[in-house]
Structure formats: C-alpha cells, structure tokens
C-alpha cells in the first residue's frame, strides 16, 4: 500500500525553526526524486524544495538559504529543515515525487505566527 506520512510541523514564532519528516511506503523510494509542497487553503500546491535520488537540491526562491531538504534512502525519508520562519511560510506542508506522483498525505501545518 503506498502511503506518504508526514510529520512535524506546529506552531512557531518568527525566527523560529521547525523540521518536518515525510515517510514513504509501498514505492522504490530510492530511485525516486522527491519534493516538499506548501499549500494555502483556496491556492494551488507550489514546490518549495526538491531533492533527487542522488541527493542534488533545489529551492523555490521564497525559501532558498533558510529551507534545507535532506533525505535518508535507507528510511524512506525526506527532511526539511526550516529556518528563519515567516509568517508567510504558513501552510500544509506535503511531500510526493514531483515526476511521478502518488496518492497524497495528509500533510503536515505549520503556523508561523505571535
């Protein structure tokens, strides 16, 4: 059964951090690139970080220099690390492969707020 889990996230104030953690099941997870998405209620899934099966990243330009993804082949996981949170990186956080998709996670909230 394919199932993405992902975890972490909660409320923060400015400057803050977080780390979330996507876990996969039921895919060849380490042939796979993978992708974290953020998504505001009523807006489309943007991807704010993207990290291939050989580790090689990438980051949209709202989060570069403060987001780091990670992965770890042998747990079936991919990590973000947030830092230097704004309150505009409010969002529902998910993972999925960006090439090719499987169902989605629930997702994971993070609040940046006071």
């Known amino acids: 059964q394919v199932q993405l889990v992902e975890s972490g996230g909660g409320l923060v104030q400015p400057g803050g951090s977080l780390t979330l953690s996507c876990v996969a099941s039921?895919?060849?997870?380490?042939?796979?690139?993978m992708a974290w998405y953020r998504q505001i209620p009523e807006q489309e899934r943007v991807v704010v970080a993207m990290?291939?099966?050989?580790?090689?990243?990438g980051y949209s330009d709202s989060v570069r220099g403060r987001f780091t993804v990670s992965r770890d082949n042998a747990k079936s996981a991919v990590y973000l690390q947030m830092n230097n949170l704004r309150p505009e990186d409010t969002a529902v956080y998910l993972c999925n492969d960006p090439v090719r998709p499987v169902a989605w996670g629930q997702g994971t909230q993070v609040t940046v707020s006071t």
């Open positions: 039921g895919i060849d997870f380490g042939s796979r690139t």
């Open positions: 990290i291939n099966k050989d580790g090689g990243s």
